[in-house]
């Protein structure tokens, strides 16, 4: 897709460019006009000064012209070749005019270029300087004999250079700020005066380059307008539109430069803070808050907890993230989090505070297995349910023959299946009643959470599908993408009849566990359904040898919940 903004530029800069270069050469193809190149000038010292004085000039417009031709981005300080340029030719070719009358015409080069360059009052004063001073030698006796005929001709010219720079330099000063109108128009959101999604994602980029190479901390607040939803349909959704609008009023006048904030998108706005540290970010959001909470928009009084709250997250370069995608991951992540327990606090994942104490990947998935244990524990389930999955899944996975690098993936990913329940709130997770629909879907969400936690580990990106399709359905009625058959990666197959097994034969709240017999006709009645047919079976006769050769282990009867 064309970016037409950029390309009018370009055409733009090109022509100028071009015109720059074009009168320069012709400044330059007169000198060697003007000089009678005779073997007697050789002894004329005026000859080798002008010498000297034309190699040097001809030099400093070479390097300009190369300089325009090679360079791609612009320099610290913009139009310093232009300005180098017209304090040469300006002298040069007044200095021109006064010695040989009839090069007159080339004070309009430098009259062009300042036009060109800076605009209308810049190029008219170049045009008014240098008639001026043509006017002004015509009346010096010294230098001319006076000429009525030559003055008015000159004052005629005088017009004429003041006319092009007024007429140049006005189409300049029009195309910059047409060319300021649409950059203004392509970055900011019309409805709040910030910038944009695009311009956000472009500068939080930028800025992270930035902060990589000079070692500085940079932290991104996300924030979400709460029931927004609520709000337009009950006031409407041209008042909604003014709440956003005067959201983004206050975010414009409490972030300083060289913070920025932008709409993300619907209620959600961004707050990006280049050199600041998460602590910075977290006085900044508090900040914004309690202006917003204090303001008094319309009807927020008949809003869910008597007024109108933003909920935020908050994620920091480089603790929780070194690009712009895990940052603004994280920060949503934090938000979603904030936003559900409606505390108006910024929650900070576990696992995201782990990766900074973390020096490399195998001691972070040691300390998610830790965590894991410690979840198994919050949440009153088997404590050793993992575990014991893990052993189940191995099994089946050996008697099937896979090869051993798809076996120690499978018992990485059965660790890990239960990841996501950290994400899930401990008075849901815990509850000893059924859980009602809203609660349910809460923790259906668990395979994604758990994904997302793992899927920054480069070493373990393999084992993301097992733990977010290990409760698929083999008929495809299972969460959270349903995928039917084949469809569902082997090992997740697997994990999920493993899983289902110790499930069964675990003992909880709602439920008694019943006998690894009763679980295996479970299984065999559910194939096809929830399971795969041919696993099961191979399943089944793997656990009835295990129970011909000894009897069903204790196990400790143990309240809490699982997904499976």
């Given at each position: 897709?064309?970016?037409?903004?950029?390309?009018?530029?370009?055409?733009?800069?090109?022509?100028?460019?071009?015109?720059?270069?074009?009168?320069?050469?012709l400044?330059?193809?007169?000198?060697?006009v003007?000089?009678?190149?005779?073997?007697?000038?050789i002894?004329?010292?005026?000859?080798?000064?002008?010498?000297?004085?034309?190699?040097?000039?001809?030099?400093?417009?070479?390097?300009?012209?190369?300089?325009?031709?090679?360079?791609?981005?612009?320099?610290s300080?913009?139009?310093?070749?232009?300005?180098l340029?017209?304090?040469?030719?300006?002298?040069?070719?007044l200095?021109?005019?006064?010695?040989?009358p009839?090069?007159k015409?080339?004070?309009?080069?430098p009259?062009?270029?300042?036009?060109?360059?800076?605009?209308?009052?810049?190029?008219?004063?170049?045009?008014?300087?240098?008639?001026?001073?043509?006017?002004?030698?015509?009346?010096?006796?010294?230098?001319?004999?006076?000429?009525?005929?030559?003055?008015?001709?000159?004052?005629?010219?005088?017009?004429?250079?003041?006319?092009?720079?007024?007429?140049?330099?006005g189409?300049?000063?029009?195309?910059?700020e047409?060319?300021?109108?649409?950059?203004?128009?392509?970055?900011?959101?019309?409805?709040?005066?910030?910038?944009?999604?695009?311009?956000?994602?472009?500068?939080?980029?930028?800025?992270?380059s930035?902060?990589?190479?000079k070692?500085?901390?940079?932290?991104?607040?996300?924030?979400?307008?709460?029931?927004?939803?609520?709000?337009?349909?009950?006031?409407?959704?041209?008042?909604?539109?003014?709440?956003?609008?005067?959201?983004?009023?206050?975010?414009?006048?409490?972030?300083?430069?060289?913070?920025?904030?932008?709409?993300?998108?619907?209620?959600?706005?961004?707050?990006?803070?280049p050199?600041?540290?998460?602590?910075?970010?977290?006085e900044?959001?508090e900040?914004?808050?309690?202006?917003?909470?204090?303001?008094?928009?319309?009807?927020?009084?008949?809003?869910?907890?008597?007024?109108?709250?933003?909920?935020?997250?908050?994620?920091?370069?480089?603790?929780?993230?070194?690009?712009?995608?895990?940052?603004?991951?994280?920060?949503?992540?934090?938000?979603?989090?904030?936003?559900?327990?409606?505390?108006?606090?910024?929650?900070?994942?576990?696992?995201?505070?782990?990766?900074?104490?973390?020096?490399?990947?195998?001691?972070?998935?040691?300390?998610?297995?830790?965590?894991?244990?410690?979840?198994?524990?919050?949440?009153?389930?088997?404590y050793?349910?993992s575990?014991?999955?893990?052993?189940?899944?191995?099994?089946?996975?050996?008697?099937?023959?896979?090869?051993?690098?798809?076996?120690?993936?499978?018992?990485?990913?059965?660790?890990?299946?239960?990841?996501?329940?950290?994400?899930?709130?401990?008075?849901?997770?815990?509850?000893p009643?059924?859980?009602?629909?809203?609660?349910?879907?809460?923790?259906?969400?668990?395979?994604?959470w758990?994904?997302?936690?793992?899927?920054?580990?480069?070493?373990?990106s393999?084992?993301v599908?097992?733990?977010?399709h290990?409760?698929?359905?083999?008929?495809?009625?299972?969460?959270?993408?349903g995928?039917?058959?084949?469809?569902?990666?082997?090992?997740?197959?697997i994990?999920?009849?493993?899983?289902?097994?110790?499930?069964?034969?675990?003992?909880?709240?709602?439920?008694?566990?019943?006998?690894?017999r009763?679980?295996?006709?479970?299984?065999?009645?559910?194939?096809?359904?929830?399971?795969?047919?041919?696993?099961?079976?191979?399943?089944?006769?793997?656990?009835?040898?295990?129970?011909?050769?000894?009897?069903?282990?204790?196990?400790?009867?143990?309240?809490?919940?699982?997904?499976?």
């Amino acid at each position: 897709m064309i970016n037409w903004k950029d390309k009018r530029q370009k055409d733009i800069s090109e022509h100028i460019t071009c015109t720059h270069i074009v009168c320069i050469l012709l400044s330059l193809l007169v000198l060697p006009v003007l000089y009678n190149f005779s073997p007697w000038e050789i002894y004329n010292n005026f000859f080798y000064i002008w010498v000297v004085i034309s190699s040097t000039i001809t030099i400093i417009l070479s390097a300009y012209i190369i300089k325009k031709l090679t360079l791609k981005s612009q320099t610290s300080l913009p139009h310093l070749g232009e300005l180098l340029i017209t304090s040469i030719l300006l002298p040069l070719t007044l200095s021109l005019a006064a010695a040989f009358p009839k090069t007159k015409f080339l004070l309009l080069i430098p009259v062009i270029i300042a036009a060109s360059t800076w605009g209308k009052r810049v190029g008219m004063a170049v045009a008014a300087f240098s008639g001026c001073v043509v006017l002004i030698s015509d009346l010096l006796p010294f230098l001319n004999h006076f000429s009525p005929r030559d003055f008015r001709m000159d004052l005629v010219f005088t017009g004429v250079i003041v006319l092009a720079g007024w007429f140049i330099g006005g189409l300049t000063d029009i195309e910059t700020e047409t060319r300021n109108h649409l950059l203004h128009l392509a970055n900011t959101d019309g409805l709040t005066g910030l910038y944009n999604h695009r311009y956000f994602q472009e500068e939080l980029r930028r800025h992270l380059s930035e902060a990589a190479e000079k070692n500085r901390p940079l932290s991104l607040i996300m924030m979400d307008i709460d029931y927004f939803k609520f709000y337009n349909d009950a006031f409407g959704h041209q008042k909604g539109d003014r709440v956003l609008a005067t959201i983004g009023d206050i975010l414009a006048r409490l972030v300083k430069k060289p913070s920025f904030a932008a709409r993300y998108g619907g209620e959600e706005f961004a707050v990006v803070m280049p050199g600041a540290d998460r602590e910075a970010a977290r006085e900044l959001d508090e900040e914004i808050k309690r202006e917003i909470a204090g303001y008094p928009f319309e009807g927020a009084e008949n809003m869910p907890g008597g007024g109108l709250t933003i909920s935020s997250g908050i994620a920091s370069f480089p603790e929780n993230g070194t690009t712009a995608e895990e940052l603004v991951r994280m920060a949503d992540k934090a938000l979603y989090r904030a936003k559900y327990g409606r505390g108006n606090h910024i929650y900070f994942s576990v696992v995201d505070e782990l990766r900074a104490f973390c020096r490399n990947e195998k001691e972070l998935f040691s300390s998610l297995k830790t965590l894991l244990t410690v979840i198994n524990a919050r949440d009153r389930y088997t404590y050793w349910h993992s575990e014991r999955v893990a052993g189940y899944a191995v099994a089946l996975a050996e008697r099937m023959g896979l090869p051993r690098d798809l076996v120690t993936l499978l018992e990485c990913g059965a660790y890990l299946h239960d990841i996501g329940k950290i994400e899930i709130p401990p008075e849901i997770l815990n509850k000893p009643g059924k859980l009602d629909k809203q609660e349910w879907e809460i923790v259906k969400n668990h395979p994604v959470w758990g994904g997302n936690i793992v899927h920054p580990l480069t070493l373990f990106s393999a084992v993301v599908p097992l733990i977010r399709h290990h409760h698929e359905n083999y008929d495809g009625t299972g969460y959270p993408d349903g995928l039917a058959g084949e469809e569902i990666p082997l090992l997740a197959r697997i994990l999920r009849i493993a899983d289902s097994f110790d499930a069964m034969t675990t003992d909880r709240p709602y439920k008694p566990a019943r006998t690894p017999r009763e679980a295996c006709l479970v299984l065999k009645q559910e194939a096809g359904k929830m399971f795969d047919p041919h696993l099961v079976d191979i399943f089944i006769s793997l656990i009835s040898e295990q129970e011909e050769i000894k009897k069903e282990p204790s196990r400790p009867r143990t309240a809490g919940r699982s997904a499976g």
